[in-house]
């Protein structure tokens, strides 16, 4: 990537402070929603090859539920909501009390569709507008689109805008899971926020280590 | 040993040789081409996984051939010269460019479309034809070619699998 600064550790930490914050509102906003406890993992920030991306997220192969939209403002950037395709139907299933629901029929049912969008609305947009307060720069989200296939296909949507410039893309991953009654996870689900090539110097400009 | 058949992986924005009885594969295309370039006599194939259509969008210092349509195709085109196929012989089957989402920046949203029409511009120029396609649609694929009977096999999540 043509640059003339360095990323460093210090960077990558500033990261995922933003990573922190962000999925720690959406993580309430779900637990409201839900009224059930959610957990949130140790956000991850890395460098990584496209392939090692989809190995993030379980895989190229492996088949889930992704909202993707764009982040435009003062900083721009793809971000996806991931959940392994039976983590969305339990979470439908719930939000629209139709045990039925189940996201391999085809076509999908109507409303699960909406009710994953909304949910995508409402995630993400409790995630960037804490990111916004943190930052101080102003960002606003496209309408989410929705799409039931491999991680690979979905994700590889994101990383376009990245590859004009690199074979590599720092994303900020963060886990959240919410703990079944058997002590098991019943629903788990990836934040993947990438910020375009150009925004990584007005972030770390904005928080002051640059 | 010799009855072993293994499967060689192609990541994103990458490319593989393969000689029969083995096959090739790659998983989770979306907006990106698959392309196989075969020698059905030889039994020999290549498969690229391209990414982006056109190298002249590349703002990188390093070029990796495999990402773009033009030099992706020409450069395994290459690699199979070198394995002494005749560029004459070789024939084509292209698979991918899908529009995964409705809504996106309006640069990226077309991408799939137009990878499917780069690809067949560059092998439209190096004069090698295309015999099956399955490109288009909104569904992601999975795709494996078998040198030994040249099938090209896909695999969606919602459409099961097909044979071109």
Partial sequence: MKSDYKITDMHLDVLKEIGNIGAAHAATSLSQLLGRKIEMHVPKVSLVSFDEMFDLAGGAERIVAGIYLRVQGDLSGSMFFVLPIDSANQLIRRLIGDKEFNFYKSPIPEMGISAMQELGNILSGSYLSALSDFTALKVHPTVPSLSVDMVGAIVSFGLIEVSHYSDEVIVIDTRIEEQGDDGNSSVDGYFFLFPDPKSYITIFRSLGVL | ?164
């Fill in chain 2, 1 to 164: 040993m010799s009855e072993m058949k293994s499967v060689v992986r192609v990541g994103i924005a990458d490319m593989n040789l393969v000689h029969a009885p083995n096959s090739i594969r790659t998983s989770g295309l979306g907006s990106c081409v698959g392309v196989v370039l075969y020698d059905e006599s030889k039994k020999i194939a290549g498969l690229l996984h391209v990414m982006l259509p056109d190298s002249s969008l590349g703002r990188s210092d390093r070029l990796n051939a495999a990402k773009f349509a033009d030099t992706g195709i020409y450069s395994l085109m290459e690699l199979l010269k070198a394995e002494g196929v005749r560029p004459l012989s070789l024939k084509a089957k292209i698979a991918g460019g899908s529009q995964m989402f409705q809504f996106g920046s309006s640069d990226s949203i077309r991408i799939g479309p137009r990878n499917v029409e780069a690809v067949k511009k560059e092998l439209a120029r190096l004069s090698i034809p295309i015999i099956a396609e399955d490109t288009g649609g909104s569904s992601g694929r999975t795709i494996e070619f078998d040198p030994m009977t040249s099938v090209l096999s896909i695999r969606t999540v919602n459409l099961g699998t097909k044979e071109i």
